[in-house]
């Protein structure tokens, strides 16, 4: 792994965070797709939620930055591209765009909006849900910690944009879109397995600052710096999620 970059795979995404697809139900009840409708999924992963879309009979294109979860989702058989969220390459050609847990990834959310923008027909949606405010708090501040006592700069190494909901209405207003709703959600996330799971899904970005045989001593460190908070009595590791969900429509000029 290069240094600051998140990688990702689809066995171990599968493995560790299929809730991640499961609990995107209520946005794609939020987006509430119509059949023959074109839609673009924005940071589509392995393209378990994307599959949902195709089966309300929408006409769907996928894109992720990551080559692997991109091969994950040809392999369902999807028309899956690998395209950046900051460089989307579409003009007026989308009913909708639909994203679940993939903005915060994309810390020019400007240039995103933007793009999502260009990428709508006039009059079309852009409805998504994604890490806000203090979306795994407690996690990104021990992660911080971590790098910070080993001379790195943790909060240079954080990757991720949560912002709130006056925030995001904002860079939406300003891109043309009139927001129809946006609240964030806290959503205390039970894990499938320990918190080491979730740190090796989703921590690649600060650990790959260290060297490989300081991963498994940082990742001891943070998992004992949340363990009261994060773990229940019968063992139970949780995540601490807040979501930012929203639903937007284009109407201004662009
Ligand atoms: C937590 S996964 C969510 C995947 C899927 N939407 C789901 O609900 O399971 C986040 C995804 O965002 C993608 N991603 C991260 N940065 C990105 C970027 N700059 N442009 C496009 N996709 C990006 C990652 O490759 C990853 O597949």
Redesign the pocket.
């Known amino acids: 792994m290069s240094v600051g970059r998140?990688s990702?795979h689809p066995e171990r995404?599968a493995r560790n965070?299929r809730f991640?697809?499961d609990l995107?139900a209520p946005v794609l009840a939020l987006l509430a797709p119509r059949r023959g409708e074109r839609i673009l999924?924005?940071?589509?992963?392995?393209g378990?939620?994307t599959e949902k879309l195709l089966a309300e009979g929408a006409e769907v294109v996928a894109?992720?930055?990551?080559p692997e979860?991109i091969s994950g989702a040809q392999a369902r058989g999807l028309d899956a591209r690998v395209?950046?969220?900051?460089a989307l390459e579409f003009e007026q050609e989308f009913d909708a765009v639909f994203?679940?847990?993939?903005l915060h990834?994309?810390k020019d959310a400007d240039a995103v909006v933007e793009g999502v923008a260009r990428a709508l027909k006039p009059g079309g949606r852009f409805v998504g849900e994604f890490g806000g405010g203090d979306n795994v708090g407690r996690l990104r501040r021990a992660l911080i910690a971590a790098l910070d006592r080993r001379g790195h700069d943790g909060a240079a190494a954080d990757p991720w944009y949560f912002p709130d909901e006056a925030e995001y209405e904002a860079k939406l207003a300003a891109a043309g879109f009139t927001v129809e709703s946006i609240e964030l959600i806290p959503r205390w996330t039970p894990l499938p397995g320990s918190i080491d799971g979730w740190l090796e899904t989703?921590s690649g970005a600060f650990l790959s600052h260290l060297l490989e045989e300081q991963h498994a001593e940082a990742m001891a460190e943070v998992r004992e710096a949340v363990r009261e908070e994060l773990q229940d009595e019968e063992g139970r590791w949780h995540a601490d999620y807040v979501r930012l969900r929203f639903a937007a429509q284009l109407t201004g000029a662009r």
């Open positions: 998140q990702w995404y965070a991640v697809s995107g999924d924005l940071g589509c992963g392995d378990a939620l894109v992720d930055a990551s979860q395209m950046r969220g900051e994203s679940n847990a993939a990834w994309m989703f």
